[in-house]
């Protein structure tokens, strides 16, 4: 089993220490820091190969949007996911759309915020069902939408992305990309990181729904 390699962020040091040692009890969670600000973070996610950051609401009275973008930006490779959250949908939607993978209610219990890192760290998302539905509705009505127009002739996809495209597509995990083109789990991430960059987009799905629009002659002659 893989080791997924988390940071606790949280300026209340009872909730830090105290899920810091049910974490630590899992086999498959390796806690790397426990964090009460963020300045220090940039470093450790780069330094120790973050895999997933649990950042806590209490942190702050306003989702810090900054702070998600910046962990979620390359080199970084980790996940985020925000507990003790409310069940306000402009915020849930902020959150998502700054790159979170889970987000959790204040109801939340300690095995919610183990499944949340576990699947998040097997590129899974979670929220609450009722949110779901409001980011479902969301997307129905057009009110996120990448223009075409923004995607210009330096965001073409190589061979390699190309092949991606269609596996991203039908929910696979890079993992199982990697298994199936029997190549390094590492490489295949690159491949999606360097694909977001290209698009501006936010998350993998984002970057299927650009790509959706592309002619074939936006094939680049790299791999």
Do not use: W
Request: aromatic share 2%; net charge positive; hydrophobic share 45%.
């Amino acid at each position: 089993m893989c080791e997924i390699r988390v940071v606790l962020l949280a300026e209340n040091r009872l909730l830090r220490e105290a899920l810091g040692r049910i974490l630590r009890k899992r086999s498959d969670i390796v806690i790397q820091a426990e964090c009460m600000g963020s300045s220090e973070l940039p470093t450790i996610l780069v330094r120790e190969q973050i895999d997933v950051v649990v950042m806590d609401s209490s942190r702050d009275s306003a989702l810090d949007v900054r702070l998600v973008q910046q962990i979620c930006q390359p080199p970084s490779q980790a996940q985020v996911v925000l507990i003790g959250m409310g069940d306000d949908e402009s915020v849930f939607l902020s959150a998502v759309e700054a790159g979170v993978a889970g987000y959790l209610l204040n109801d939340a219990s300690a095995m919610d915020v183990i499944a949340a890192i576990r699947a998040v760290a097997r590129e899974e998302a979670v929220c609450p069902p009722r949110l779901a539905r409001r980011l479902f509705r969301h997307f129905a009505q057009g009110q996120s939408h990448t223009p075409v127009s923004n995607v210009g002739p330096d965001q073409r996809l190589t061979r390699r992305q190309l092949q991606l495209m269609p596996m991203i597509a039908q929910g696979l995990t890079n993992k199982e990309i990697a298994s199936h083109l029997n190549l390094s789990e590492q490489t295949i991430k690159n491949h999606v990181h360097r694909m977001l960059r290209k698009f501006g987009a936010e998350d993998r799905l984002q970057a299927v729904e650009i790509a959706a629009f592309r002619k074939p002659r936006g094939l680049s002659g790299t791999s």
